[in-house]
Nanobody, 126 residues
Framework: QVQLVESGGGLVQAGGSLRLSCAAS????????LGWFRQAPGKEREFVAA????????IYADSVKGRFTISRENAKNTMYLQMNGPKPEDTAVYYC???????????????????WGQGTQVTVSS
């Protein structure tokens, strides 16, 4: 099993930038596929981005493609979400998620992930 802790959230102006981090412990980090999800008040949790265990394969939701970048540093047991040009509609609680995999798989479905962080609030002002 693995424990996940997000950090880096806060208040940012539209057009600025923000980087979220997800630190993992208790597992073999390189063996986990990872993803970011977000949930706004009164909304369903939605997929943001995912990355394979090697970091070579990524996928993004259409709403963030070209603005957000997912990455990972396995030696540091950490995943990142770089948010460039955030918009007010990006305001949400952001969660990191992980699932063990035996290969270079990529998942965008919430049900594919077994482990979740506690979330970090991101607020984008106009």
């Amino acid at each position: 099993q693995v424990q996940l802790v997000e950090s880096g959230g806060g208040l940012v102006q539209a057009g600025g930038s923000l980087r979220l981090s997800c630190a993992a412990s208790g597992g073999t980090f390189s063996k986990y596929a990872l993803g970011w999800f977000r949930q706004a008040p009164g909304k369903e949790r939605e997929f943001v981005a995912a990355i394979s265990w090697s970091g070579l394969r990524t996928i993004y939701a259409d709403s963030v493609k070209g603005r957000f970048t997912i990455s990972r540093e396995n030696a540091k047991n950490t995943m990142y979400l770089q948010m460039n040009g955030p918009k007010p509609e990006d305001t949400a609680v952001y969660y990191c998620a992980a699932t063990y995999t035996s290969g270079s798989y990529l998942f965008n479905g919430e049900s594919s992930y077994n482990y979740w962080g506690q979330g970090t609030q991101v607020t984008v002002s106009s």
